[in-house]
């Protein structure tokens, strides 16, 4: 990559200290962005990945990455729910606001304009599977601005 801006609301020493939600960035700014593990923590991810849709260039790629839970019927969602005794509950952890099922974070995402490529085991190898240390139903979810 020609420049690598790392962005961050709550952590220290990046480019870029800002909210998913509300990008300070024009459109089509970036060619490529990588958002691990954040959407499981914003309270509206459907205005998180719209920005992010709004700021990747037409042609512009991405990867999403979130906690998945493939065979969950629906997204389990609250974000009114402050106790962190009944976030680790139902969504596996005290700072989610939410837990994915695989169908309607697909959907989402796509809901936004991007269309989602999903690399599976199938995709990599199952040699690399196991040399990674992944679990067969891992999924990198790779994202394209048409």
């Known amino acids: 990559f020609e420049k ?3 962005a961050d609301l709550m952590m220290s020493g990046v480019t870029h ?8 960035f024009a459109d089509g700014s970036y060619d490529f ?17 719209r920005e992010l849709f709004r700021v990747t260039r ?6 999403l990455m979130a906690p998945i839970i493939l065979g969950l019927p629906e997204t389990i969602e609250d974000p009114s729910i402050t106790d962190e ?6 969504f596996g952890q ?8 695989h169908d309607d974070y697909v959907a989402r995402i796509g809901a936004s304009g991007f269309k989602v ?6 995709y990599f190898g199952n ?12 999924i990198l979810y790779v994202v394209f601005k048409p």
């Open 127 to 138: 040699w690399l599977f196991k040399k990674l240390g992944l679990k067969s139903s891992s």
């Open 94 to 101: 005290n700072d989610h606001v939410r837990l994915y099922a």
């Open 117 to 122: 490529h999903q690399f599976d085991e199938s």
């Open 4 to 6: 690598y801006e790392p």
């Open 85 to 90: 005794g009944e976030r680790w509950r139902l």
């Open 58 to 63: 037409r042609g512009g790629q991405g990867i």
């Open 17 to 24: 200290e800002i909210d998913l939600m509300n990008l300070p």
């Open 33 to 49: 962005f990588i958002c691990s593990h954040v959407l499981e923590h914003v309270v509206d991810d459907d205005a998180a990945i």
